[in-house]
T-cell receptor, first 111, second 114 residues
């Protein structure tokens, strides 16, 4: 079993929809949680970073962490075609800061 | 541009050849990471430097792989006797000191071994 599970999709939604992306994890030692966006053949781009249970909002993006359920989510409001990308959840393991990634979910927002 | 840079962006090599990649992190960042990403998968951790010290290596990093960060600035990743299974995107990331573990990635080097 992988430490971080993420449904690879693909997920296709119409423009303007609310998108929900999710990851589950098995290691209760994970304390820091990140979401990255990756366009095709590009490096991952940091979207959100959080370390506590609850919600964190940044513009159209909301990151949600539930440590008791070992479950994190990323919500995208008013989705745009430019949001079409692969979304990767990642968690910090140990005190070196190395990231453990999910497989990534491919999102397509149709105009 | 003050982001993480990597060179080359693409490398095609024949099996058995050696290749070397370079990463220039964000200038004030003392933590540097290498990851490898294959198609349809998330990046996998390879190794970590704090300044010039290599503090962690993954089991994925076989003895054909070596990484250096000689002066605590740029880093190189060398793969000796490349195999077709080494074909992947090699990503470099950096982060600052302290409690912030936010990592910023470079554009990656795409390696194809023929």
């Amino acid at each position: 079993q992988k430490e971080v599970e993420q449904d690879p999709g693909p997920l296709s939604v119409p423009e303007g929809a609310i998108v929900s992306l999710n990851c589950t994890y098995s290691n209760s030692a994970f304390q820091y949680f990140m979401w990255y966006r990756q366009y095709s053949r590009k490096g991952p781009e940091l979207l959100m970073y959080t370390y506590s249970s609850g919600n964190k909002e940044d513009g159209r993006f909301t990151a949600q962490v539930d440590k008791s359920s070992k479950y994190i989510s990323l919500f995208i409001r008013d989705s745009q075609p430019s949001d079409s990308a692969t979304y990767l959840c990642a968690m910090i393991s140990g005190n070196t800061g190395k990231l453990i990634f999910g497989q990534g979910t491919t999102l397509q927002v149709k105009p | 541009d003050t982001g993480v840079s990597q060179d080359p962006r693409h490398k095609i090599t024949k099996r058995g050849q050696n290749v070397t990649f370079r990463c220039d992190p964000i200038s004030e960042h003392n933590r540097l990471y290498w990851y490898r990403q294959t198609l349809g998968q998330g990046p996998e951790f390879l190794t970590y430097f704090q300044n010039e010290a290599q503090l962690e290596k993954s089991r994925l990093l076989s003895d054909r792989f070596s990484a250096e960060r000689p002066k605590g600035s740029f880093s190189t990743l060398e793969i000796q006797r490349t195999e077709q299974g080494d074909s992947a995107m090699y990503l470099c990331a950096s982060s600052g000191d302290g409690l912030s573990y936010e990592q910023y990635f470079g554009p990656g080097t795409r390696l194809t071994v023929t």
